[in-house]
């Protein structure tokens, strides 16, 4: 069963960068859609960037677009969200997600990691 691992999170000042990784405890991502979602304080989790493992092209919600970079190292059994230029309205709790199928649907994703803090200060 695959188990991701979030490692990453911090306290950023807003314009800095972050990147999260997200590993997996269990199988390999080989053949799952990988994707990050975000839950801040007080709303529903919420959709960020998904990449499938064996085709390239990522996707991205419109508010992270331009500023967010998902990538895999398939070496390291390993995905990243490289964030640039953050803004305060970033700050949540990011999750790492397997899937069958590249989607923004948090329904469509079975296995969830624990989650990392991204706090981003003005």
């Known amino acids: 069963q695959l188990q991701p691992v979030e490692t990453g999170g911090g306290l950023v000042p807003a314009g800095g960068s972050l990147t999260l990784s997200c590993t997996s405890s269990?199988?390999?991502?080989?053949?799952?859609?990988l994707g990050w979602f975000r839950q801040a304080p007080g709303k529903e989790r919420e959709f960020v960037a998904v990449?499938?493992?064996?085709?390239?092209?990522?996707y991205y919600a419109d508010s992270v677009k331009g500023r967010f970079t998902i990538s895999r190292d398939n070496s390291k059994n390993t995905i990243y969200l490289q964030m640039d230029s953050l803004k305060p309205e970033d700050t949540a709790v990011y999750y790492c997600?397997?899937?069958?199928?590249?989607?923004?649907?948090?329904?469509?994703?079975?296995?969830w990691g624990q989650g990392t803090q991204v706090t981003v200060v003005s």
């Open positions: 990449v499938s493992w064996g085709r390239p092209n990522p």
């Open positions: 269990g199988p390999t991502f080989s053949n799952y859609a």
């Open positions: 997600a397997g899937g069958s199928s590249v989607s923004r649907q948090i329904s469509e994703y079975d296995y």
